[in-house]
């Protein structure tokens, strides 16, 4: 996100795919933190919350009135589901200097582990209960790196639908689940072979499905995959990992005849990085 002055009273916003190209405009009062005009409607209502927001954690946000450009750019489909709404809340903290999980509570809700991800550089462990957040760093380069692979499934889930969904389990939940999930957490962050991997992102798998009442997505669409598929974040929906022992080939060729044709290795997708330039 690039944050610049311009003249008059207003925000003038301008959101870009990464190849350069506009998905959004618009131009904000700063008035009344609305937007005057705007090329998508919910957007734009959206970005008034997330400003308006801010300025109510910080007062001193926006109040010279002095006028704004603001164009961001994402590093990659915005339909992909990859913490586009998370890295804009952050970003917009940044500028606004506020702090961005509680930003983000007010906005958009759920844990805040996309907040996170979102500030990091490296991969992590993220815990929070209450309001006590705990995150570890950890060194996940594994050996068998090379055998894992992204798949995007075409269709972007919907994250407040799925926070909706886990309320209705919520209370069920006991802390002998969190802790029996946040130890396969761990155990995964450290496998030392693709098959130990694989064992325990199956039974990670297995015990979500029992708890959440859900089918596993290999189980409904990838039964005769030579390997193990694991949703990722709304359960079912974006990005699946795939890990196998077979050869990239086998596991692009998969994926392709079943019309999925965005497969990324991990390598590749692993380097991104969210940054907010003034200017």
């Known amino acids: 996100m690039e944050v610049k002055r311009g003249r008059g009273s207003d925000i003038k916003w301008k959101s870009l795919c990464p190849n350069g190209s506009e998905w959004f405009s618009g131009t904000c009062s700063l008035f009344d933190l609305k937007f005057e005009k705007f090329s998508d409607k919910e957007i734009a209502e959206k970005l008034s919350l997330i400003l308006y ?21 994402l590093e990659f489909d915005r339909n992909w589901g990859l913490g586009s709404s998370s890295s804009l809340v952050y970003c917009i903290a940044q500028w606004a200097d506020v702090e961005p999980y509680e930003l ?12 996170a991800c979102a500030k990091s550089d490296s991969p992590l462990l993220y815990t929070r209960k209450e309001e006590e957040i705990k995150i570890n760093y950890v060194d996940f380069d594994p050996e068998f790196k090379n055998q894992l692979y992204f798949v995007y499934l075409g269709q972007k889930k919907n994250s407040a639908e799925a926070l909706t969904y886990f309320e209705k389990f919520k209370s069920k939940v006991s802390n002998g689940i969190i802790d029996e999930v946040s130890l396969f957490s761990r155990s995964i962050a450290n496998a030392q ?5 694989c064992n325990l992102l199956n039974e990670s798998e297995n015990l979500i499905e029992k708890e959440l009442k859900l089918s596993r997505i290999q189980k409904e669409k990838f039964n005769d995959f030579e390997g193990t598929v694991k949703s990722l974040g709304a359960w079912g929906g974006d990005f699946v990992l795939a890990a196998s022992a077979l050869p990239d080939q086998y596991v692009t060729k998969y994926f392709n005849d079943l019309g999925l044709n965005t497969v990324i290795p991990y390598s590749e997708l692993a380097n991104s990085k969210k940054q907010v330039q003034f200017a």
Not at 105 to 115: A, K, L, P
């Open 104 to 115: 983000y509570d007010r906005t958009f809700g759920g844990s805040g582990y996309d907040i």
């Open 193 to 197: 072979s693709l098959e130990e991997f």
């Open 53 to 73: 927001e801010a300025c109510r954690l910080n007062s001193d946000f926006l109040s010279q009135w002095y006028g704004f450009k603001v164009t961001t750019q």
